[in-house]
């Protein structure tokens, strides 16, 4: 046939199924084609164009595309083989087209050279991550359909490669889309190069059962046919066949067996209108013949995940041949045959006939794209089924999964920890990047590592994507830096606990110290130390944990001291007792002394604005209440009248209070998001957060926050019942 003929040929194929076809731009497409590829030959000697004329004509004929997908058929080898780019293609042809060309190329250019088999399932995301459009990877299926029927010009060696790389790529992408004949043709021409002995034996035994049992297969058909009429099931198509090599070839190696021993070689199939005629062709099959338990499958009640849908049954027959019988609609059996492209097709010549929620599949490649037309519904039919993933190449051609977003650093520390440690510098595709640089599918990675690297800076911590990354950092700031982490652990466990009136050495005495090592679990103060200084744990955390020590700190301090300090004359004696702070103490004035310790109580936590009072604790200075926190009530005042003091805030507060509030709330989904969303709006900082939920239904939200002032609390106050479903906010006191 000349190469003219194969084209009238293939607007043949087009016309039957779409006579609205824009043949005018793809004979153009032809016509570029031919002339981009003058001169170039195929390994048999033909005109280069046969290919692309050919894949062209699968495209057709398999899965019914549509015009633009016919002309990147046609294209499909133009921008890899020869000068054309994808700007003239856009020029002459349109976007799209040029896009799905450029498609095509740059999955022509992934090289599968990894044999490992946990990289195959990371090779196929990738290749459906990388086209995007759904039409790039049909094309490429068959592109890859059409190398295979002419491999046999090609080397030993190639046949090998390529015959592996369909059987575990292509084929099971081909699944994944539910075309199940190209999935077929694929698996069985792979296994022709990979196992052409086992390959042989079947088809020679295949050819000797067709005509053993040809006259049984007429039989049942005959039968079949005839109790379909006398029931009144109208336009059922019945045909049998013997199954297809490489299932027999998987079932012989999977369970070991021989192929006289393979249950049933033989699969009939029933295609009805509906699906209440499925179910009674099903009656009909199991009347007629003996079923063979357990091996009825209701795939339309439950449809496979890559939408196929069908009846599947054994059965006995004449003689002891068992056989399978496959039942289902005239629509599922598209879907079966031409997967994702038979829903396409339908959609596109507007006969979206059959109820569109079973395409669930689709549906969730196209999430919010209901109601768009035909032509809408192509362009928006992407793969975005790994949006959250990248996938990417090391130097050697394995693939590495990565979240997205991912960066050279998260690559590093997914090699080995060390590789990060050491790194220096970082190369995509060959040229150097920056760390922050965002992997694209299909880039090749390489990181430049040296022995006398400086090993990860702390901004790495923030750059890299992947939680495995991160704490592999922190990891190597621990080990590394313990020096450093111990003297900047030391210090903010230090500060943490003046906080509490208490010192270091108070808390390491003897006494106090095994007591407290055996509570955190460190073996030494200098590992605790570390801990914070990497980020392990915080010194606010730790503090927390040793609260009762601490409080036993105290209490004994107390104990020691001679006598209670009733009186304003013994203040004195409580300022040497404790370390004093400065300047106005903490905001407040004290009436009648100047620079005496002061805090706030932790039952009602005030803070300026708020009415409050002040009491002379034993050995801790004053305690500053609120007046109205039942502590402070008029009758506690009364009984130990020398121990309350008039205080009031000073006017030159510029410090931060810690106070604490209580939020309930009807407990829904994100109502802690929402509530943490008011506190950073308002640049409140928190410094503990509680919830817990009550077996009626409500959370109960204990927040510990600093703010400035009374009228900064009230802000917050205020926004915060403005959230949906909270009731109240309070704040405890007593
Ligand atoms: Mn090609």
Known sequence: MTMEERYEQLEATIRSYNPGANFQQIRAAYEYAAAAHEGQKRKDGSPFVSHPLAVAQIVAEELHLDSESIMAALLHDTIEDTAATHEDLAKIFSPTVADLVEGVSKLTRVHFTSKVQEQMENLRKMLLAMSKDIRVILVKIADRLHNMRTMEYQTPEKQKQKSFETMEIYAPIAHRLGMQRMKWELEDLSLKYLDPVGYQEITDALEVKEAEYKDFMEQVNQQIRQRVKEDGIGDAVVY??????????RKMYTQNKSLNEIFDLIAFRVIV???????????????????????FKDYIGTPKPNMYQSLHTTVMGASGIPFEVQIRTHEMHEIAEYGIAAHWKYKQNGQ????????????????NQDGADAEEFIHSLKVDMFADEVFVFTPRGDVINLPAGATPIDYAYTIHSAVGNHMVGAKVNGRIVQYDYQLRNGDVVEVLTSQSARGPSRDWIKIARSSEARSKIRQWFKRERRDENIVAGRASFESELKRCGVTIKELASDENLPAVLKKLSYNTLDDMYAAIGYGGITALKIVGRLREEIQKIIQRRQAELPQPVAEPAKQEAAKQAAPVRQRAVQGIIVEGMANCLVKFAKCCTPVPGDDIVGFITKGYGISVHR????NASPERRAKEEGRWLKVSWAESAQETYHTTLQVTAKDRM???????TVLSSTKTRVCSLNARTTPDGFALTE???????HQQLQTVIRRLEQISGVMRVTRPAG
């Open 703 to 709: 927040i510990e926050i600093e703010v400035s002032d």
């Open 240 to 249: 049998g066949r013997l199954k297809h090599p490489y299932s027999i070839y």
């Open 627 to 630: 007046s109205d926190c039942p």
């Open 352 to 367: 979206g006939k059959g109820d569109e929620n079973s395409y669930e599949w689709v549906r969730r490649l196209l999430e």
């Open 273 to 295: 209108d509906t699906v209440a005629d499925c179910y009674n062709v099903l009656g009909i099959v199991h009347d007629l013949y003996k079923p063979i338990l357990g091996r």
């Open 670 to 676: 994100g109502i802690i998001v929402d509530i943490s």
